[in-house]
Structures are given as structure tokens and as C-alpha cells.
């Protein structure tokens, strides 16, 4: 079964190397499920593993439907990781209406040849599953990473199953993975799972310090984006 982490800094990349993983999927930022990690990151990691590196496409966090501006930015990410000597990206687009962005999806899909394709977990989102996994087929996506359209993998894990049962596609079960269900996945006839094994340390005493963290800016169903009227008026303020 192949078993890919989600690393998110050279460090865990090392690890995940080291326990035996097939691949990992590289990103930054897993409190909003990940974003598209720098260039400085994505060399050093290639420079020093021997594993498969996905790097994951996503210019912020938030919801799936992107601008025309945030779309230039994922293909010139996706050229980018082509030059570094990625192997694999990892993606998606939606509609409004939270079916797949068939024709942007597939600029992606294009743009990365001959790199491997995965459609990540935006597929969670998706209205039909079953017409999307048919429509991300005939793209030429290789692999969907998936939590079976539930909180976990563990509680997606019959959709998950039947899912796989209606494409040739990898159906890739991420969410929630870990060592006490890992080996229900292979059970049901997946052969790939996702997966962080994270562990939190290098702790900083920050008593009486201010937090950097922005609440308002966790939404997921909305995007902040300068506006122009209020950055105007600070630069009349003081000019």
C-alpha cells in the first residue's frame, strides 16, 4: 500500500523519509489544510530526499473558487515546481456551485504534464462525487485525495470504498489517518492513504505575549484581500 505524509518543513520531510513512506506532499500551513509551500523549501527538500515529492497548489486558504489572479499564480507555482524537479502536484478548482472547475482543473492538469496529478481534498466538497470522479477521469487526474466527503477517513471509509470500486483512478484516503485505522483502508480494497503523524514540540514560553494569530481570517467562506479605498485613504492620511 502506498503510504504518502503530508510534510509541511524539511524536517518532517526527513522523517517520513526515514519511517519508509512512498512520497510525501509537500505544503505549509496544516491548521488551514495546507498551502502552497515556498521555493527555498521545495529545494531543499528535493535536494535531500530520495522519495517522490507532491507539492501542494493552493495560493491561500479558504474556500476552492479562485480569482483569475490567484489562478496565474498556480500555474506559474506548478512551472516553478516543474523547474525545481518536482514529481507530482497537487490541486483542485470548484465552482460556485461546488462542482469541479472542469475547465480550470484541467489547465492544471495540462500546465503539470508530465508530472503526476492529484485532486485534493477540495473533492470533499464536491456536489456529485460520483459524476466529479468520472469528470477528474477524463481530465487525466491520477489520484484523488479524499476523507470520503466526512470529518475522517475513518467515518468516509464506505463512500471511500465505493468510490474506488467505480474508477480506476487512486482513491486515496486521507483525514484522520493513523496508526490504529491505517490498516482498514487497505482492508476495503484502497491502495493508498494520506497522512501528517504530526507531533508538536520546540515549545517558547509566550506568557504576556501578544498573539500574531488572526481569527477573522480563518473563515472559509469568504477571502481577505487589501482593498483599495482603505489602503487609498491611510495613503492620503499621511502624504
Known amino acids: 500500500m502506498l503510504v504518502e505524509v503530508c510534510a509541511n518543513s524539511l524536517e518532517s520531510a526527513r522523517n517520513a523519509e526515514r519511517a519508509g513512506a512512498n512520497r510525501i506532499e509537500l505544503c505549509s500551513e ?7 509551500p515556498s521555493a527555498g523549501l521545495i529545494q531543499s527538500v528535493k535536494r535531500e530526499l530520495n522519495i517522490p515529492v507532491h507539492v501542494l497548489i493552493r495560493p491561500r486558504s479558504g474556500h476552492f ?16 515546481c516543474k523547474a525545481l524537479g518536482a514529481q507530482g502536484i497537487v490541486s483542485g478548482i470548484l465552482m460556485e456551485d461546488f462542482s469541479v472547475d472542469v475547465e480550470r482543473t484541467k489547465a492544471l492538469v495540462d ?9 485534493h481534498r477540495a473533492f470533499d466538497w464536491v456536489a456529485e462525487p460520483l459524476e466529479a470522479i468520472k469528470q477528474l477521469d477524463g481530465l487525466g487526474v ?13 467515518k468516509g471509509i464506505n463512500h471511500l470504498r465505493l468510490w474506488q470500486q467505480n474508477t480506476t483512478m487512486t482513491i486515496m484516503a486521507g483525514g484522520g489517518v ?6 482498514d483502508f487497505k ?5 493508498a492513504i494520506h497522512c501528517s ?8 514560553a509566550l506568557e504576556g505575549k501578544i498573539s500574531m494569530n488572526s ?15 482603505t489602503l487609498a485613504s491611510i495613503v492620503r492620511a499621511v502624504k
Open 187 to 191: 482492508d476495503v480494497g484502497l491502495s
Open 65 to 80: 473558487t479562485y480569482s483569475n489572479a490567484e489562478f496565474e499564480v498556480m500555474k506559474a507555482d506548478i512551472l516553478a
Open 197 to 204: 503523524g504530526t507531533s508538536f514540540g520546540h515549545h517558547v
Open 215 to 229: 481569527a477573522k481570517h480563518l473563515g472559509e467562506d469568504e477571502v481577505a484581500v487589501s482593498n483599495l479605498e
Open 142 to 154: 491520477q489520484a484523488i485525495l479524499t476523507s470520503g466527503g466526512e470529518m475522517s477517513a475513518e
Open 30 to 36: 496544516l491548521g488551514v489544510g495546507g498551502i502552497t
Open 111 to 119: 500546465l503539470a504534464k508530465p508530472m503526476h496529478f492529484t485532486f
Open 178 to 183: 493513523s496508526p490504529k485505522n491505517a490498516s
